[in-house]
């Protein structure tokens, strides 16, 4: 199992489509607040479906207490389009943190401080990033290949 992160995450349908990803891959799904959205909001269950109660996740009242709970800081690798190593270069391991920011900012310079492994999804010259649900999509499909994990 991987362990997806989002930090601050601002649009329901986005983390309904994450949460229903993590629900198919077996990847627990974290919450960093504030939101900027309810998590009873109806977009966010209209993007999960009815899957939304049988996901593991967990809510953080800030981001401090999330770290707190993460048993090996080197197993965090935090995804931003201003890095500039590539997310096929780690050596995926069950268990590791694969961490995003807002859709609209990507992680706070202070989270980025916080740690060395940051990893970006490349991309042609014509866009800045991808969506989130995408990136997630990525992160999830090469940490599973590379652990052996996609079994039907």
Known sequence: MLNIVLVYPEIPNNTGNIGRLCLGTNCKLHLI???GFEITDKQLKRSGLDYWPKLQVQEYDNFESWKS???????VFLFSARATNSFLDPSYQEGDWLVFGQESK???EEILNEFEQHIRIPTTPHIRSFNIGNTVSFAIGEGLRQINQFQL
């Open 33 to 35: 607040h504030p939101l």
């Open 69 to 75: 709970t993460v048993p090996d800081l080197n197993r």
């Open 106 to 108: 990507g992680l706070p």
